[in-house]
């Protein structure tokens, strides 16, 4: 919303701009004004009424791309978060896919999910795995409890037997 009323406030400060000109020169040929007064109008109606517009108009602009910049943060991390939690294992390679980002990216925004408490599990770097909380609790049941094989992380809260499909829902 911010950027679109920069963008109007510009172009409104462009047209005022020119019409104070058009204006001023419209009097001086006229006769109605000198040249130095013409002049005069032109400088102050630039500075009371087209710079503050231009001004405020560049501002709001810019604000409004930097809160673009964070909504498409924040909706990449929500994303990324629902992958998590929907598979329970990923590669950071399929999330850089994705999220359209490189390794470091996802790196950065897995902190700032760490950080605001938003993100529990835990990655191996070496192997490029992020894992999900569910995922975690898979180090203590790594065995079939029916044919003792070796389980498997199948998504969210749920560990699959590859040999006999027995399924573990996790909390």
């Given amino acids: 919303m911010g950027k679109t009323l920069g963008i109007i406030l510009i172009i409104g400060g462009i047209v005022v701009g020119a019409i104070i000109v058009a204006l001023m020169m419209v009097y001086r040929s006229e006769g109605s004004l000198t040249s ?15 710079l503050p517009q231009l001004g ?8 409004g791309k930097q809160e673009a910049a964070v909504a498409e943060s924040a909706g990449k991390q929500r994303k990324m ?60 049941l790594d ?16 560990i699959r037997c590859p040999y006999c499909g027995t399924e573990y829902f996790l909390p």
Wanted: contains cysteine; neutral net charge.
């Fill in 81 to 140: 978060l629902g992958i998590i939690k929907a598979r329970g294992q990923v590669p950071i390679s399929d999330l850089a896919i994705e999220l359209h980002c490189s390794r470091d990216e996802i790196q950065g925004m897995l902190y700032e999910l760490v950080n605001m408490g938003l993100y529990s599990g835990y990655i191996n770097w070496p192997e490029g795995t992020l894992y999900s909380s569910q995922a975690s609790e898979l180090r203590t």
């Fill in 56 to 63: 405020f108009g560049a501002f709001l602009l810019m604000r």
């Fill in 36 to 50: 130095g007064a013409a002049t005069l109008g032109i400088v102050i109606g630039f500075l009371v009424l087209v």
């Fill in 143 to 158: 065995r079939c409890k029916n044919c003792s094989g070796q389980l498997e992380l199948a998504g969210k809260g749920v």
